[in-house]
């Protein structure tokens, strides 16, 4: 492989298609814990919403953490590269404006995932939207306000 930086790396060989599950994971630049602000949270989730009124996927279950997100999402119409290009970048400008920072809110890149039909999908919600409880910031996954999966 060649000597690519990592945000490139994450690129390479990518291929993306309609209807196929994908779990998607973003960082915020340096990891700061942008979103341990409730409101500012909000704001991600309303982008997650966004995205799938404007049917560029189909939200499954999804967590915001106070420095990523994880998502689990059925790809509708759109490649993988345009809804996370366009989710980031609706997300950052509204933390901005509503938080009065400026720059850049996230890493380069994000982490994707393909997921077989036959991966158990209950489980891999399960697994995301039990992050909160994973990473001590609750007792109990009901306690953690900046989550939702469709199978509730």
């Excluded at 990592?6 to 630049?29: D, F, K």
């Excluded at 409101?39 to 995205?51: D, I, K, S, T």
């Excluded at 399960?126 to 999966?149: C, E, Q, S």
Aim: contains cysteine; proline residues 5%; positive net charge.
């Amino acid at each position: 492989m060649p000597d690519l930086p990592a945000s490139h790396r994450l690129r390479t060989g990518r291929y993306a298609e309609p209807n196929q599950i994908y779990l998607l994971t973003s960082n915020t630049l340096d990891r700061e814990p942008i979103f341990a602000d409730f409101a500012l949270g909000r704001l991600v989730v309303h982008q997650l919403r966004r995205a799938q009124d404007h049917g560029m996927a189909k939200s499954l279950a999804w967590v915001v953490m106070p420095d990523h997100f994880h998502w689990l999402v059925e790809l509708e119409n759109c490649s993988l590269r345009k809804l996370m290009r366009e989710t980031k970048s609706l997300i950052a400008r509204e933390v901005n404006l509503h938080s009065g920072r400026h720059g850049p809110l996230w890493q380069q890149g994000y982490h994707d995932r393909a997921l077989r039909r036959e991966d158990d999908l209950v489980k891999m919600a399960r697994y995301v939207v039990a992050n909160p409880l994973r990473a001590g910031l609750v007792g109990k996954i009901g306690d953690y306000p900046l989550w939702d999966a469709v199978w509730l």
